[in-house]
């Protein structure tokens, strides 16, 4: 499967640099939808199918943290696997954002693999929920 895939940052050189590191990582994307914070990412949510959210935490309006919230609350929207990207790497912060909602964590910087083989591990956890569900 390929999934459609939304990054969600402030920073528009950061959201081609996950996007490259996507693809040099072999993650091959059906759609690879951008938002600059999380209200514009509740938008592309909302009229666009979308498999997997990458988001960023420090962002004006509404924040990543936020943004989790929302979507795990969301009763159209709670199956989209959500991972954090960021590079606050606190355990606080980290246990915090996965009891929020997200299903995983990624520290900036980051090797293209090791993105790679967490992502899987998101989808494949996702799927198994959709199967199950």
Not at 76 to 93: F, M, Y
């Amino acid at each position: 499967m390929k999934p459609s895939v939304l990054i969600v940052d402030d920073s528009p050189a950061m959201r081609a640099f996950i996007r490259r590191v996507l693809e040099l990582s072999g993650v091959v994307m059906s759609e690879c939808y951008q938002a600059a914070d999380g209200g514009e990412a509740l938008a592309v949510l909302r009229r666009s199918p979308v498999d997997l959210v990458l988001t960023d935490i420090n962002m004006p309006g509404i924040n990543g943290e936020e943004l989790v919230k929302l979507i795990h609350a969301d009763e159209q929207l709670n199956s989209i696997p959500v991972v954090v990207v960021s590079t606050d790497a606190t355990e606080q912060r980290v246990a915090a954002l996965l009891r929020l909602g997200a299903r995983g964590y990624v520290t900036k910087p980051f090797h293209p693999e090791t993105l790679r083989a967490d992502l899987e591990k998101v989808m494949e956890a996702a799927d198994d929920r959709r199967c199950r569900g």
